[in-house]
T-cell receptor, first 111, second 118 residues
Framework: ELKVEQNPLFLSMQEGKNYTIYCNYS?????LYWYRQDPGKSLESLFV?????AVKQEGRLMASLDTKARLSTLHITAAVHDLSATYFC???????????FGEGTQLTVNP | GAVVSQHPSRVICKSGTSVKIECRSL??????MFWYRQFPKKSLMLMAT?????????EQGVEKDKFLINHASLTLSTLTVTSAHPEDSSFYIC??????????????FGSGTRLTVV
């Protein structure tokens, strides 16, 4: 059974600081996804990482994938309040199959 | 591109009644759609995989007769919560796999349906 673990589950940080969210998964996977969810809303796609060593950046967020370590990271640079949300990583074991989600990281960026 | 539309966004119903939630792929064909349930401050839990023209595949512990899924066309899947009870109150989200050539082959999600059973 594919398992996906995120840490930390809760993250409170100050504006302007940097931090990293970690996502570990248990078996070989084709793709790793990062999503953002605001309270009461559905999921917004952030990144899809397709291969070992993949790195993608959008604004203050950068995601990377190490398939050998079965680890993905979501790095936050110089956090701003607008980044406050819950972030999920997810993995599908084979392309087009079901997604397995991590528990989510609730990020709060304080002024 | 690759938009999934989900309706209604909110619904309140009385115990014992049934509620239908629709999930439509607006600009692509989706042979497979997924239905998730999310409890407050929790992750998404896959309920079932909806396959166009065939029976849905339900996850272990999900009652097939309670959560009826129909995927009658390549652009529409519906989830019907039958004889709803307060414990069925939750946030339901549908998803479809976007075609590789349209986006980056990622999954696209509907806006979700907040169901409250009173």
């Amino acid at each position: 059974e594919l398992k996906v673990e995120q840490n930390p589950l809760f993250l409170s940080m100050q504006e302007g600081k940097n931090y990293t969210i970690y996502c570990n998964y248990s078996t070989t996977s084709d793709r790793l996804y990062w999503y953002r969810q605001d309270p009461g809303k559905s999921l917004e796609s952030l990144f899809v990482l397709l291969s070992n060593g993949a790195v993608k950046q959008e604004g203050r967020l950068m995601a990377s994938l190490d398939t050998k370590a079965r680890l993905s990271t979501l790095h936050i640079t110089a956090a701003v309040h607008d980044l406050s949300a819950t972030y999920f990583c997810a993995v599908d074991k084979t392309s087009g199959s079901r997604l397995t989600f991590g528990e989510g990281t609730q990020l709060t960026v304080n002024p | 591109g690759a938009v999934v539309s989900q309706h209604p966004s909110r619904v309140i119903c009385k115990s014992g009644t049934s509620v239908k939630i629709e999930c439509r792929s607006l600009d692509f064909q989706a042979t497979t759609m997924f239905w998730y349930r999310q409890f407050p401050k929790k992750s998404l839990m896959l309920m079932a995989t909806s396959n166009e023209g065939s029976k849905a595949t339900y996850e272990q512990g999900v009652e097939k007769d309670k959560f009826l899924i129909n995927h009658a066309s390549l652009t529409l899947s519906t989830l019907t919560v039958t004889s709803a009870h307060p414990e069925d109150s939750s946030f339901y989200i549908c998803s479809a796999r976007a075609p590789l050539e349209r986006v980056w082959g990622g999954y696209t999600f509907g806006s979700g349906t907040r169901l409250t059973v009173v």
